[in-house]
């Protein structure tokens, strides 16, 4: 995506090279992160329906004394 100039691990003989065009790589790097955004969305919501299930446990409970 940035160009062959900032591909500093290709300048380094030292490291193993995968042989993975590098569109594929872009393509599988947008797929992942749009994946971790959306588990971390799924996430967020389930722990937002669990607390608010919690706290109106709690409020009817205090609610009544």
């Not at 940035?2 to 490291?15: I, R």
Request: charged share 15%; net charge positive.
């Amino acid at each position: 995506m940035a160009g062959s100039q900032w591909d500093v691990l290709g300048n380094l003989d030292s490291f193993p090279r995968i042989p993975v065009d590098p569109e594929a790589v872009t393509a599988t790097g947008i797929l992942t992160a749009i994946g971790a955004a959306v588990i971390t969305l799924i996430g967020a919501i389930l722990g937002g329906l669990a607390g608010m299930r919690y706290h109106r446990k709690i409020d009817r409970v205090g609610l009544g004394r």
